[in-house]
């Protein structure tokens, strides 16, 4: 079975400020992880994906996010929010079956 | 470019009705799936299908069922709406049935049921 935490539903930032969503999975296969966005009234959207190639991984629009098996984490970072980065996002875990479970989702706001 | 298109952006029903949503994509994906997005228990996969007739029973099939007669198109079905039904529906596929696909995601339909 899999599954998904995120840690905090709301998070906020001041812009330029450090971007950091948590999410910790649960996998009895070797997982792939993924971290989509939502912008208000869009459907989801992938931001990157981890798939066992490298622990660190570069995503679109400056994040990344680094798989930590010890701690079974996926956290996702950006180094300066911007004003545009505010969305909801959501981290992801699958099997082989290509079926993706879903963590509960953090909203991000950003202050000028 | 890559497309989901969703029938309809926002629904409303009455509680009893039978209420079709209708979902197509147009890049041939073997894979298409339902899931509804409530706040604070975000995405929850309802049904999927891994080929044309073919489905299989999400998280949450309950009060749900699907149609895909042809590969491009996939809709979900609710045959008595009720209000604990009332919810965004997004719909998605992806190209194969490998783990580390990525989904393609449609706007989503806001369904409220009265």
């Known amino acids: 079975a899999q599954s998904v935490t995120q840690l905090g539903s709301h998070v906020s930032v001041s812009e330029g400020a450090l971007v950091l969503l948590r999410c910790n999975y649960s996998?009895?296969?070797?997982?792939?992880l993924f971290w989509y966005v939502q912008y208000p009234n869009q459907g989801l959207q992938l931001l990157l994906k981890?798939?066992?190639?490298?622990?660190l991984v570069k995503g679109i629009n400056g994040f990344e996010a680094e798989f930590k098996k010890s701690e079974t984490s996926f956290h996702l970072t950006k180094p300066s929010a911007h004003m545009s980065d505010a969305a909801e996002y959501f981290c992801?875990?699958?099997?082989?079956?290509?079926?993706?479970?879903f963590g509960q989702g953090t909203t991000l706001q950003v202050k000028p | 470019d890559v497309k989901v298109t969703q029938s309809s952006r926002y629904l409303v029903k009455r509680t009893g009705e039978k209420v079709f949503l209708e979902c197509v994509q147009d890049?041939?994906?073997?894979?298409m799936f339902w899931y509804r997005q409530d706040p604070g228990l975000g995405l929850r996969l309802i049904y999927f299908?891994?080929?044309?007739?073919?489905?299989e029973k999400g998280d949450i099939p309950e009060g749900y069922s699907v149609s895909r007669e042809k590969k491009e198109r996939f809709s979900l079905i609710l045959e008595s709406a009720s209000t604990n039904q009332t919810s965004m529906y997004l719909c998605?596929?992806?190209?194969?049935?490998?783990?580390?696909?990525?989904?393609?995601f449609g706007s989503g339909t806001q369904l409220s049921v009265l």
């Open positions: 998605a596929s992806s190209l194969y049935t490998q783990g580390n696909e990525k989904l393609f």
């Open positions: 996998s009895s296969v070797p997982p792939y």
């Open positions: 981890y798939t066992s190639a490298a622990t």
């Open positions: 992801a875990v699958s099997g082989n079956t290509g079926k993706l479970i």
């Open positions: 890049m041939d994906h073997e894979n």
């Open positions: 299908s891994y080929d044309v007739k073919m489905k």
